[in-house]
């Protein structure tokens, strides 16, 4: 018997296909679709762009790995054969799984966990890093942002900057004093939606320690690049220097260039067509306002 877990991330359907039963972590059940029968799932989910089939077995020893290592971090290690990418991801006395893209069948892949890590099948934070959601994601022309997310008035705006410059506490800011939603503490999803010919950011399972991540899209009003300053100031910030640091925001795969310079001609279309605001604030109300007042502005 095959059992299968339905996830939606922005316009990706990943189809999660195991032999054994798999629970699903209650602060992700938002993004899980299920079937309406046996041909099919929802209506919602079966819009998305594009399905991933993704089989997962649980195995006592790993399968071998193809390829030339790429990349490493204490995380993961990333091996290229051709165009299709192996990881390894690790775990807590070593390698936990392997993700592995099958040769000749663009988006199924295959991923391995170990029992002896891994007790029972679990959608949780580990699971989800092994879907490389950025390697999809960019097929649809859609990146991952380090962002905190607000919906204003039907609109998304995200906050970005290195860490610990405030985005969070901006858009804690918004949802007291503006009314707005808080959709993610610490990622966005930035889509160019085709059919609707605009860009939208899109609600992302991951949140660092925000706790905060729900699934919600909206039209993307505005980038706004935060810094700290004394006073309140906000004025626009112009190509290179936007494309810059959102490039230095996303999630992108650096060993892969095919992957690199699409991301940047995203970005690029995304500062043509979306306001980037260069915000230099404190943490009082009054950036608020000083940034609302602008985006109403334009």
Known sequence: MKYHVYIKIGPVLYDICSEEPCKVREEYQQFVFYPMDA??????????????????????????????????????????????????????????????????????????????????????????????????????????????????????????????????????????????????????????????????????PFCGSSRINRNCSAPLRAVVFLEQAAENRARPCFPPECIRKMFAEMSINQWNPKAVQKSLELIENISKQVDMVRLECNMEPGAVDTLRNYINRQ
């Open 39 to 204: 041909g099919g799932v929802d209506d919602e989910a079966s819009s998305c762009r594009r399905r991933v089939c993704c089989e997962v077995r649980i195995v006592d020893r790993f399968s071998n790995i193809e390829g030339d290592l790429i990349y490493e971090n204490p995380e993961r290690m990333v091996f290229v054969s051709g165009e299709r990418e192996y990881r390894l991801y690790a775990g807590v006395r070593g390698v936990c799984g392997i993700y592995r893209e099958m040769k000749g069948k663009e988006d199924q892949v295959e991923i391995e966990l170990l029992r002896d890590e891994i007790p029972e099948f679990e959608i949780n934070l580990i699971f989800l890093e092994m879907l490389a959601m950025e390697r999809f994601l960019l097929k649809e022309n859609a990146l991952v942002l380090h962002s905190s997310y607000i919906i204003w008035k039907g609109e998304g705006i995200v906050f970005t900057a290195p860490s610990g410059t405030g985005k969070s506490t901006q858009a804690e800011l918004w949802r007291r004093y503006a009314g707005s939603e808080i959709i993610n503490g610490d990622r966005s999803i930035l889509w160019w939606n085709p059919a609707e010919k605009r860009f939208e950011v899109c609600g992302i």
